[in-house]
């Protein structure tokens, strides 16, 4: 079942600084202690795109306790069953919805009913871990071009990467695959693909990229999550590309010596969750953390969000993953 979580923004570790260099994090933040901010939180399946309502028909969604005041009830309702770890959602023009399963598998739910077989035409992808197929999207002009987007896991356990395919879905199969992009480094171990996908105003496609694993993965001699500090890497960034897997020219690293020009944010552990403002075509992107670091980011092009540099994250095995206060993120909302 697919729902939608909203809780409070919290950060634990060391208390935001009242500074930020601007040679480590050029981000703006906000602030834990002054910011109590509702946040949609999107865990390693799926994420919904409704809520539900206040009550359901016939049932009350308040808990009446002798000589205490109505407290709400949580509300759940099921869309749909029979799904296998569901990753990704997206709706076709005419309302149909297209829900990519982890293990591989693309389905069709059209008015509220799951069409019993899987869409054809899709690769093996590597399910295992946190591997797998994960989001789906649709081309903003799907109704003249027909294109489908997907992110997944390519490879075996000991070298593995995420990987950008498009294909055409004639509304039952789909035909013409083609993979336009994947991360240029291979890793090990099955954690931390990223693979969020949106569109900007500009029909160019961002798609988040996880670090690569926490410790003690590494890579080219050391933990495998500095690499979001590495602008030669896409690992731990958001990567922009156009609809074909070009990359534009006005990407902000795209002159910039021994950095990747598809890269448009870095220092970012595992995004897998992005939204736009469609008022203000903002960006803003919820962030996995380690043991209370997950952060909520309003992305800008070309600003670094400090990981594994600057964290409110700890180490899984104990302790602070990176003891410097004064460098920790601080957020304003102008």
């Given at each position: 079942m697919v729902g939608l979580f909203i809780s409070g923004v919290t950060l634990g570790g060391c208390?935001?600084?009242?500074?930020?260099p601007s040679e480590t994090v050029t981000s703006e933040t906000v602030p834990s202690e002054t910011v109590a901010s509702?946040?949609?939180t999107s865990a390693d399946t799926a994420s919904a795109e409704a809520t539900a309502p206040e009550k359901a028909p016939g049932e009350s969604v308040e808990r009446l306790t002798q000589g205490s005041t109505p407290q709400p009830v949580p509300l759940a309702v099921t869309v749909v069953e029979n799904l296998e770890h569901p990753w990704g959602m997206a709706w076709l023009p005419n309302g149909t919805m297209l829900v990519s399963e982890r293990a591989g598998r693309l389905?069709?739910?059209?008015?509220g009913v799951l069409a019993p077989a899987p869409v054809s035409g899709l690769p093996e992808v590597l399910n295992q871990g946190q591997g797998g197929l994960m989001d789906v999207s649709v081309h903003p002009q799907f109704a003249e071009n027909r294109w489908v987007y997907f992110t997944y896991a390519d490879g075996t356990r000991a070298a593995n990467r995420t990987q950008v395919a498009r294909a055409r879905f004639d509304g039952s199969a789909?035909?013409?695959w083609q993979v336009i992009f994947e991360v240029n480094r291979t890793k090990e171990g099955t954690q931390h693909f990223g693979s969020r996908m949106v569109w900007l105003a500009d029909n160019t496609l961002l798609?988040?990229?996880g670090d690569g694993g926490n410790p003690p993965v590494a890579l080219e001699g050391e933990l495998i999550r500095n690499q979001a500090q590495n602008l030669a890497s896409h690992l731990g960034k958001?990567?922009?590309?156009?609809?074909?897997g070009s990359t534009p020219t006005d990407n902000p690293f795209a002159?910039?010596?021994n950095a990747d020009p598809h890269i448009w944010s870095y220092g970012h552990r595992n995004i897998q969750g992005v939204a736009i403002d469609p008022v203000t075509d903002q960006v803003w992107a919820t962030e996995h953390g380690a043991r209370g670091g997950d952060e909520l980011n309003r992305v800008v092009a070309g600003k670094n969000y400090g990981w594994p540099i600057v964290t409110h994250s700890r180490e899984y095995a104990g302790g602070e993953i990176f003891m410097r206060c004064d460098r920790a993120p601080i957020w304003s909302i102008r």
């Open positions: 208390a935001p600084s009242a500074t930020v509702e946040k949609v389905r069709v739910i059209q008015d789909l035909s013409d798609i988040s990229i958001l990567i922009r590309i156009n609809d074909d002159g910039t010596a």
